[in-house]
Structures are given as C-alpha cells and as structure tokens.
C-alpha cells in the first residue's frame, strides 16, 4: 500500500487475499505504515476476478478485530456478520487491520525488534479516536487513492474491541482527530473527500467509563446527560477488568511507565483497582480521558468542544446475557442519536449474546449475520431492498438447546415493552456490605461462574440482603423485555456504598433460580439519603407459569462486581419493582398482572 507491494494469492473460490506482515527480523517489512509511521499488519480481501465484479472502485467493509484476538485471514469467524471471505465473493473489497499493540502491529516482542523505532508509539491506546480510529481512516484513505475501494461505500464493522472502534468511526462519519483532539475533514493521503456509509457493531460500548465501571445513572426512558454515568465513579466490574487487561498484559504491548499519561492503561488499572475515594486529579483525569477520547457517546452529544454531526446509518447489536456490554450500552447511544437525528436510520438487534454469560446460540448468531450483510448491501453496496429498522429482540432461554424466544420487532425500545408487571414494598429491609452468599455471587459471574443457565438454590440469603418475591406468574405468564426499574426510599449510613442488584427467575418445582438481570448502582456520598431510582440493564425472559420473580438487592457482588473499601448499610423501604413486558396492558393469560407502565420519576435524590 504506502510501502513495498503487499503480496496476493489467489484462492481457489477466486477470492484474492493480500496480506502485509513483518516477516521476522531482516526480512522485508510489508506492514503498513500508519499516518504516523506505526507499522500495522493487514489483510485486505479482494473479489474474485470475474465479469461479474469491477476491478476495482469496490464496496468496502472494514473489519475491526476483538480484544486479543487480531485477525487470522479472509476465513476469521469474529466480526458477528460475514466472513472477509464472504463479503468478497459479493463483490466487497475487505480490510482487516490488526490494532496497533496486538500481534504483528507491535503487540509482539519480534514485531517491535523489526523496526523498533517505529513501533515507539505502537502500544494499545484503547481505541482512541487520535490513534486506532485514525490508523483505520488513514489504510481507508490508501485504498481509495489506489482505487480499490469507492470512497461513498465504506462499511465498518466489529465485534467487541472492534464494535469499539466501529462506533468510534461512524460517529466521527467524514472527520479525523488529531492528537490535540481538533477534528478536521477527513480525506485520503491524495485529497479524497471521505465518510462511512454504514455502521454494523457486535458487543461493543458507547460509553467505555460506564461499561466497566457503571453508576447506574443511566436510565433507557431519557437520554443520558454529559455528566450522570461519570458521577460519582461507579463500581469496577472487577473480574472482566481483571481479566481484560491481564489478556493485555500476556499477549499485547502496554505503554512503560511514564511513557504516555494518556495511555498507560498499566497506572490507569492500577487507579481502578485500587477502588474509593477516587478522588485525586489523577482519577478525574483519567475518567475524563476515556471518555473525551474512547466513548463515541459523548462525541456524538458534541461534548468537549466537539461540534455535532449526523452519524452513518447502523445496526447496533448487544446481548441481554453480556456482562461487559450489556444492551444499555446501544440504548444509550440510540436514545441521544434518535433526539438529534430523529430521520437518521438506526436498529438494534439484541439476543442472548456477546460475551460471557451469552450463549450466542447458532440460529441467533446467523440471524445476526443476515442481519449486517442486509443492512450493507442496502446502505453501503447500495444495491439492496430498505433493511430492517426498528428494535428486534430474541429472548435468554435454557438449555442452551432451547430455541431462543422471538423475534419480537418493534419501531422503537418503549414501543417493544407497552406493557409492565409492577410490584410494591412499604416494610424497611436493610442492606449490609458484606452479606450475601459468595458462592451465589461467583456462580452467576460471567467469568468463574456457570453461564447464562446457571441455578443456584432458591433459599433467601438472609439478613443483610434485602429480598422481594412477586406473586407467582400464573396463565401463560409474561416476557421481561427491557429494563427492570426500582424506586425506593433510601438511608445510607457509613462510606463508599453501592447497591448490587439482581432479578431472578425462582422456580418453585426445582427450589432453583437463574439470573434475569443485573445490575449496579453507586450511591452518591454528596446526598446519601432520599428517593432514588435505577435500573438493571435489560434483560429478555419469559417469566413461566407458576414461577416467581425475585428481586435480591445486595451490598456486594464479588467476584463481578469490586467490593467497596469501605463499610456501610443502606435501610430500603417503599420499594417499587417495575418490570416492562412484551404483552400489553390486560393481555389474556397475563391474570390481569400486565398494566399500563407508571408515570416515569425523575432520576436522582426527589426528597
């Protein structure tokens, strides 16, 4: 591309793969050379050579690869659409780039000794709009000079780190940041006007700050302000972060010590992990860095000075049973884009998928990929039918067997739940740090427990842990689809506390119960005390015949969720249990449990 000519073959489908590595120390270096000489490794998969397809000026899809999982060729299964392979047997040009920092693009001990003097800035920058999302732009802007790739029909698309980075690109849609953080036009190295076309991510984030350290300020009924996931700092999940960055640490290149303050992810988990007060300019800075540079949430809100623009077209899919980026995470995004942009085509795809606990069952993960290729050919190859808009749902089911419930389709997230099975509670119960059954806890986490199917008894866990059983469902019960919503009146005495809240499915047959949702909530040491409201992120569960919902909120979540460094107990009382359902106000066979959802609170301390 910008440096020697990057070899092709041809496969036996025809497919041409052109692949540019570093070939071992002495050997010649065919990697590309980023926009500030950081050599990156790549695929790029071309159509075959037929009358069928031009030879050249190609539909693109870009390819953004997981978290430790750079790209293995035109047959890598990741990317939750499409293999390379696939879209360039329907005429799409594909380029996979490896992230600098991962494997040959510097991520190795070999790929830095070949040309150590370029790899000095090749260490992970965690998806950082002035480096990854630029290197993308920049091998983008390359194609398009070589005529490879049509500059109006460029997809990108991910899984993961990728969905990352994906949703980084579509929201910057024609501009490129620079390292100070001013965003100028983006154009190819030879003048090319550029934009993305369509967007498709799988299991990514919009606000990276929340994903793995949530508040539990956002609500999926209002668009989040600037300020409400960012405080107060919200509780690490702990054993994904752990685990995220030890796969960093073992099989990528972290920036050394005093290197780069703005991405030594070494001192920045040493910060998280080290938990309240959370209160040194470090810890403010660091929390403004993500999300200024790594969170297209608030890129796309114009926050930090950035001027707004309409994001690409996309399709944003995440898991109900994904513990790292649960669904909130797309809603977040497409509440704020939908209130901006309200013409603007967007549609969610949520199933029990993505990370640990999803099942990524097969029939849903080719529904997925169906999904993306149909969403492409419309908006970026531009020769398609108008592709599915909207929200479309499939639900959690066990066994793993069990066919996903669904598709349920919807125009908008509050038209898919018109319906809401309320449940109140006026007696005081009191939450204490450390109670609850550990080894509860470690069975319902999504990296050292059991999966989504997992059961664990249905006794109550006792003192310190306030628990809510709803009546037994009864006829042919009702569809959990969104996110479960509790308002109660709260005291808060001691420090640093923070509400783990679960919502189980009990059955009473088995004495056994299996997670619904979950999810966090940091109480804020200004105003401890009063009227709050939060919600688990969304789940999607048919709540069966004779079953019972159980709403358990704990003072700690280990190993998911970080326990606080501080002692506390938190008094709950008038306690309301909202959950939003699939079937509407007085459907038949509900037992007259689904109403007409309650008027919505206002988020926050209201007395």
């Not at 910008?2 to 050997?27: A, F, K, L």
């Not at 109660?488 to 056994?512: E, Q």
Request: with cysteine.
């Amino acid at each position: 591309m910008n440096g020697q000519p990057i070899p092709c073959m041809t496969q036996s489908d025809g497919v041409r793969v052109c692949h540019g590595d570093e070939n071992g120390v002495g050997s010649a270096d065919l990697r590309l050379k980023s926009f500030d000489g950081t050599p990156l490794a790549l695929y790029v998969t071309l159509p075959p050579m037929s009358s069928s397809h031009l030879h050249g000026d190609y539909p693109l899809v870009v390819q953004s690869h997981g978290w430790g999982d750079p790209p293995s060729g035109p047959s890598d299964p990741q990317y939750g659409g499409p293999t390379a392979d696939q879209w360039a047997k329907d005429g799409y040009a594909v380029l996979q780039l490896t992230a600098r920092g991962w494997g040959d693009s510097c991520g190795t001990a070999e790929s830095r000794l070949v040309n150590a003097a370029a790899c000095a800035n090749g260490y992970i920058h965690l998806d950082d709009y002035r480096y990854e999302a630029r290197d993308a732009q920049y091998a983008i802007g390359l194609l398009v000079d070589e005529g490879l790739a049509n500059p109006n029909r460029i997809g990108v698309t991910g899984e993961s780190y990728g969905a990352g980075v994906s949703l980084e690109l579509a929201t910057l849609m024609n501009r490129v940041m620079l390292p100070n953080g001013r965003l100028v036009a983006w154009r190819s190295p030879q003048g090319t006007p550029l934009h993305v076309a369509a967007a498709a991510t799988f299991a990514g984030w919009s606000d990276l700050a929340y994903s793995l350290m949530p508040n539990g300020r956002t609500l999926d009924s209002r668009v989040t302000s600037p300020t409400a996931d960012l405080s107060p700092v919200g509780v690490e999940k702990a054993s994904i972060v752990g685990g995220l960055f030890a796969v960093g640490a073992t099989s990528g290149y972290y920036a050394s010590a005093g290197v780069d303050a703005q991405a030594n992810l070494t001192s920045w988990y040493a910060s998280i992990t080290a938990g309240e007060p959370y209160n040194t300019p470090a810890d403010a800075s660091l929390i403004r860095q993500i999300a200024q540079f790594h969170s297209p949430y608030y890129l796309l809100g114009g926050s930090y000075g950035a001027h707004r623009e309409a994001p690409a077209p996309m399709l944003l899919a995440n898991g109900f049973t994904d513990d790292i980026f649960p669904v909130d995470e797309a809603v977040r995004y497409y509440n704020l884009e939908r209130s901006l942009y309200p013409s603007d085509p967007i549609a969610l795809f949520d199933f029990d998928g993505g990370h640990m606990r999803g099942q990524n069952k097969p029939a849903d993960s080719a529904m997925l990929a169906s999904r993306i290729k149909a969403f492409f050919d419309h908006y970026v190859k531009g020769t398609g039918p108008q592709a599915t808009l909207g929200v479309t749902a499939l639900t959690q089911t066990c066994p793993k067997t069990a066919p996903s419930g669904g598709p349920y389709h919807a125009s908008t997230w509050a038209s898919l739940h018109p319906g809401e099975v309320d449940y109140s509670s006026k007696p005081t119960q009191t939450i204490l740090s450390a109670a609850g059954n550990q080894a509860i806890s470690k069975t319902f986490d999504p990296v050292f427990g059991g999966g989504a199917c997992a059961t664990v008894p249905a006794t109550d866990q006792g003192a310190g842990v306030a628990t809510y059983r709803l009546p037994a469902v009864t006829g042919s019960g009702y569809t959990l689809l969104g996110s479960p919503t509790v308002v109660a009146d709260l005291k808060v005495t001691g420090k640093f506390a923070y509400i783990a809240a679960r919502l189980l499915d009990v059955d009473p047959a088995m004495n056994t119960e299996t997670l619904v949702a979950r999810g966090i909530y940091r109480i804020d040491p200004s105003a401890p005390d009063g009227r709050e409201i939060f919600q688990l992120f969304p789940g999607a569960w048919h709540f069966a015949a004779g079953h019972v919902p159980k709403l358990e909120l704990l003072g700690q979540d280990t190993p998911y969720a970080r326990p606080s460094n501080g002692v506390f107990s938190i008094s709950v009382s008038n306690l309301q249990l909202r959950l939003p359902v699939h079937q509407a106000p007085g459907a038949p066979g509900t037992g007259g449990a689904v109403k007409k959802p309650l008027a919505a609170v206002k988020p926050g301390r209201t007395s």
